[in-house]
Structure formats: C-alpha cells, structure tokens
C-alpha cells in the first residue's frame, strides 16, 4: 500500500501557483520523498525528489516540512500542459516505487 | 541520450494468444521494472529485474505472467494465453544502481497498449 495521502483532486488557475500537499507522517529517516506526474495516458515523468532538505529544479521546488511527516510541491507558474494526476511517493534508495490515487490536478484557463 | 523504448506501442491479441511486450532501459540502466495500468486506474507494480535477475515479482500474477531481463537485448514480458482481463497499459522503467549520492530514480517508457478481443 501506499505510504502517502494526497487529495483526490485541485484546482489551479493558469499562471498561478499550484501547491500540491503531501502526508508521509509514517516516512522512516532512510526514505525519500519523491514526486511524479502522469499527463493523460502517457508514461509516468519523475519531477524531483528529497530527503530532508528543500529542493528545486527547473520543473518544481520541494518543501518537506522539518519533521519530514508532510510536503508539497510547487509549481511555480503553473499552465494548461500542467495538468496531470501527481503522485507523491515515500520510497528508500533503490526500492520499488509504489504508486497511490495521487491528486488530479486541473489547471483553468 | 534516448529514453526507455517500449514496442510494439500498441498490440491487439485475441483471446488464448500471447502477448510479447519489450522494454529497452536508458543507457546504462541495469533495473527494469514493469508497472500494469487498467482502464481509469492506478499504477499497479509487476516485477523488477536486474541482468538476468528477477528481484521482486510480488505483483506479478501466479499464472500466464512471466518476465525475463536477459543478459543481452531488451526485457521481455510475456502473457500467455490473454484474455480481456489483461487488456490494459504496460509501462516499463528503468533505473540506474543506487549508490552514493544516486538514489535510483525510476524514468519511464510510453506504454505498451493491450487489447484483448
């Protein structure tokens, strides 16, 4: 089973920030926290991952709070090509990922 | 650098036939792990491999199911006598060993689309 609980879906208006939450409060201190997205019916696409600290690249920035039991990821400028089921995944280095239900995130024009 | 090849794309099988779904990791990948997608699901885990290793298979079916990642040329997964149950979308990963600052991270294929008549 999943480790993690997202709502089953957001709304987000274009160019806004979208603000995914995350709860892991089972997460052990050798798990990550990852995030992917799945647009339509196409493969799974890794955005980014963390361990404690907060992270960005150029798709995302990852804030997971200190004690590590939730997180969110931030779109920052969000558009209609972002619209797409986000998973969010607690897994330790090497492991298989288990996909939840994830957040279906909608993106309005 | 290409990404995971998934072939053929699509595939239609009539029931009792077999379907034969490759999966070509990115360079230097030595995991592969095949996911199944039903129709308005989730992804649900199948198997992973290593070279010529089958390291997990919890999620694989007891019957007709059977992966293979042999030392040469792409993994294969096969299922043997298809019925319309097993029409659904097969993605393959692949990852690199984690080691050191690497924790592995998984990159997808497109798909393999089945369809059981």
């Known amino acids: 089973d999943a480790k993690t609980t997202q709502p089953t879906s957001m709304d987000c208006a274009e160019g806004r920030a979208a603000n995914l939450p995350c709860n892991h409060s089972t997460i052990s201190g050798n798990e990550y926290v990852y995030w992917y997205r799945q647009i339509h019916s196409q493969g799974p696409q890794y955005i980014i991952h963390g361990l404690k600290n907060n992270e960005t690249n150029e798709m995302a920035s990852l804030i997971i709070t200190e004690d590590r039991k939730s997180s969110t990821l931030i779109l920052p400028h969000a558009t209609l090509r972002d619209t797409a089921v986000y998973y969010c995944?607690?897994?330790?280095?090497?492991?298989?990922?288990?996909f939840g239900k994830g957040t279906r995130l909608h993106i309005l024009p | 650098n290409a990404g995971v090849m998934q072939n053929p794309r699509h595939l239609v099988r009539r029931r009792g036939q077999e379907a034969r779904l490759r999966c070509s990791p990115m360079k230097g990948h030595s995991h592969v792990y095949w996911y199944r997608q039903l129709p308005e699901e989730g992804l649900k885990f199948m198997v992973y491999l290593q070279k010529e290793n089958i390291i997990d298979e919890s999620g694989m079916p007891k019957e007709r199911f059977s992966a293979e990642f042999p030392k040469e040329g792409p993994s294969i997964l096969r299922i043997q006598q298809v019925v319309r149950g097993d029409s659904a979308a097969y993605f393959c990963a692949s990852s690199a060993a984690a080691s050191g600052t690497n924790t592995g991270e998984l990159f997808f294929g497109e798909g393999s689309r089945l369809t059981v008549l």
């Open positions: 995944i607690v897994r330790g280095g090497g492991d298989k990922i288990i």
